[in-house]
């Protein structure tokens, strides 16, 4: 059983998979840091943001992020947090993106990641222990992508402070003449730039920031109206339907579920 500890005072373990767990208090922050590992991060409650330096995760509760190893990445929390780690040898697992990703984590995955964090990290690799991680390794292989990731300019410091800029008042009405004026580009110009420095179309992004802004309103227990007014659309319904496009579910429902997994084919110690 591991709990609380760093990944990096057991990196002498000859397993190709561990699984740690740690409890955080609100507003907890780690530092921006590395792992030689491969890990999945799970939060079992509360909402957790992951920033690097391509971009920003926000991990609702009971879902995870997958963060490939010598990922430079910090840890925010929002709410009492929980998590859950499991860290790979990054030989043990060669078909997960090469990229960080929001991953769905189903019931079953969560479940055998309940009990091999009740295993020492010593297991025997020959008994059921070895078994229930050798299984896990295969399951990870097919857990669906979540389109919570929000990445942002590297190259372009102009549009990336207008990306950060966006983040602190985020709304549905912005458009892509109001951004290209601002740059100083044509239309076209725009939004051939803005898909070569994010990968997403720009309403694509606008739609990500506002969810990004959305979840921890409505985890910290705002009403589905309020943070639909807050961000500036029009009427519940509107903001309803955009949740509903980026989930798979509308905010109720998904509320009701904690956060809960988002079945495959919906639209995809301290550190």
């Known amino acids: 059983m591991v709990w609380n500890s760093r990944v990096e005072l057991l990196d002498d373990v000859a397993r190709p998979l561990l699984a740690l767990g740690t409890d955080y208090v609100d507003g907890f922050a780690v530092p921006m840091h590395r792992h ?7 939060g079992a409650a509360g909402t957790v943001i ?5 971009g920003s995760w926000m991990i609702p509760p009971q879902q995870g992020i997958w963060l490939p190893a010598g990922t ?7 709410g009492q947090v929980q998590i859950r780690s499991l860290y790979l040898e990054p030989e043990a697992i060669t078909s997960m993106p090469a990229d960080c990703q929001v991953m769905a984590i189903p019931p079953f995955v969560q479940g055998l990641m309940r009990e091999a964090l009740e295993l020492p990290a010593e297991y025997d690799q020959d008994s059921r222990a070895g078994a229930l991680m050798t299984l896990l390794l295969h399951e990870l292989q097919h857990l669906p992508a979540l389109p919570l990731g929000l990445p942002m300019p590297v190259r372009h410091p102009a549009l990336l402070a207008r990306c950060q800029g966006f983040l602190s ?3 549905p009405h912005a458009t ?10 044509s239309r ?3 939004t051939r730039l803005f898909r070569h420095e994010t990968g997403l179309s720009f309403a694509a992004w606008r739609q990500r920031a506002c969810l990004h802004a959305a979840l921890p309103r409505l985890a910290a227990g705002q009403s589905v109206t309020s943070v639909a007014l807050e961000l500036g659309y029009d009427n519940p319904a509107a903001f309803t339907a955009m949740f509903k496009r980026c989930l798979g579910v509308p905010p109720r429902h998904y509320l009701a579920r904690g956060g809960g997994v988002i079945r495959p084919g919906s639209p995809s110690p301290r550190r």
């Open 50 to 54: 992951v920033t690097t330096k391509g």
């Open 188 to 190: 076209r110009s725009f």
């Open 169 to 171: 008042a985020p709304t």
């Open 72 to 78: 430079d990445h910090a840890v925010r929390m929002l």
């Open 176 to 185: 892509i003449e109001d951004w290209a004026a601002a740059l100083g580009v």
């Open 36 to 42: 030689r590992r491969h890990q999945l991060l799970f």
